[in-house]
């Protein structure tokens, strides 16, 4: 794919690390999901208008270290401006550019740093690089999240890579992050409508760390319709598999680096009535602090998991639930006399941790992904803006 890409260290960040993010790419598709939170961003707000106008775009830019969140008319109109400047050096009209922003928030972003960093990083363009690219956009998080695949439709080879970023205010809808995903594919905008919402919901809207929910989670997938490969209805689930790999990947990267966090568990629940029921039990697991820190502290305290299902105050048979920690069997009906030591040397022992809850009740499933909740999420969070 012939994507550019631009970065500078503007200055936005305290620490001085790149702060600047733009990508140039020829128009192209797009699908774009944004934060549900009642409090959206300027450069959300400024995104939905674009994406109610835009058949295609052909930039983004992207500034990290400032949300220019809960900042009012000059917060959206200092989003607006990040797009004019983008397609002033790029000769393009404003609306083909998308903004995102990160970061702290309530504060106005310093528009005279932001501008002079746009335009170096407009100005220095070179092939687009995951990982620096990655770490351009990061705020907490504490390594450089980025994914690529190919797939093969026809005997013809595509292409999907992506980046993201996110550690902390994870919590659907969206889960808190950025994430940018490009394939080379050619494709219907409604059909990648289709196909993102279906991957985000089964990506970065199954994945949680805190239960907070941002104000700037976005999640943009573009295809640019370079390569041979075209999706149709008769290819398009091979095609979704291969846009949720990417998808789940980054997502549980986000996850495996939730702040303080020292354990990615994902959470499996099998024989849910349907689709809706399976998610909303995952769900209740992945945001009970109780269970949560009860995986910090290695104890397989199985009791956590079925009140958090418990308390949802559906009808289901607790007698026919069954309930496993990796290989160990804790709960079929009644509690299980498994070997607690063991099952605590596998807490130790392993940064990835499974839960597997049976409903016994149909044949729906849902995958969801959260981490522990540790001294340390306290300790970033209490003095984030100190």
């Known amino acids: 794919m012939d994507i550019k890409m631009g970065i500078a260290k503007a200055g936005i960040k305290p620490s001085g690390d790149y702060d600047i993010l733009v990508l140039k790419f020829k128009p192209s598709v797009y699908s774009v999901v944004l934060t549900q939170n009642s409090l959206a961003a300027a450069p959300v707000i400024y995104d939905r208008l674009i994406a109610s106008m835009q058949e295609e775009i052909s930039a983004i830019v992207v500034n990290s270290g ?61 092939p687009w690089d995951l990982e620096k690219s990655a770490r351009a956009i990061m705020t907490t998080d504490s ?74 989670d976005s999640f943009l997938v573009v295809a640019t319709g370079e390569s041979e490969v075209e999706i149709t209805n008769e290819n398009r689930t091979y095609f979704a598999k291969k846009l949720l790999e990417v998808a789940t990947e980054l997502a549980k990267m986000i996850v495996k680096d939730g702040e303080g966090a020292t354990k990615l568990i994902e959470i499996n629940i099998y024989e849910a009535f349907d689709k809706e029921e399976a998610k909303k039990v995952a769900e209740a697991i992945a945001l009970s602090n109780l269970f949560k820190t009860a995986m910090f502290g290695n104890d397989p305290n199985w009791g956590r998991i079925l009140s958090a299902v418990g308390q949802l105050h559906l009808d289901i048979d607790f007698n026919k639930v069954k309930l496993y920690l990796g290989e160990f069997l804790l709960y079929a009906g009644e509690p299980k006399d498994f070997d607690r030591e063991k099952a605590v040397e596998y807490l130790k022992n392993n940064k990835e941790v499974k839960i597997e809850l049976y409903l016994g009740r149909g044949d729906a499933e849902w995958t969801y992904y959260t981490c522990d909740l540790t001294y340390k999420y306290v300790e970033i969070n209490a003095e984030y803006t100190t």
Do not use: W
């Not at 009012?72 to 998308?98: C, H, P, R, W, Y």
């Open 66 to 126: 400032n949300a220019n969140a809960a900042t009012g008319e000059e917060g959206l109109k200092n989003a607006e401006t990040m797009a004019e400047i983008v397609a002033e050096n790029f000769d393009i009209d404003s609306q083909e550019v998308m903004v995102f922003s990160t970061g702290i928030i309530g504060v106005q972003l310093p528009m005279d740093k932001v501008e002079k960093g746009i335009n170096e990083a407009c100005s220095n363009l070179e």
């Open 143 to 216: 390594f450089p999240k980025y994914y690529e695949t190919t797939g093969e439709i026809d005997g013809k080879t595509f292409t999907i890579k992506g980046i993201a970023k996110g550690a902390g205010m994870i919590h659907p809808n969206m889960a808190t992050m950025l994430a940018y995903i490009f394939t080379d594919v050619k494709i219907d905008k409604q059909l990648l409508d289709k196909t993102t919402k279906i991957v985000a919901d089964r990506s970065f809207n199954s994945i949680d760390v805190d239960g907070c929910e941002s104000t700037n």
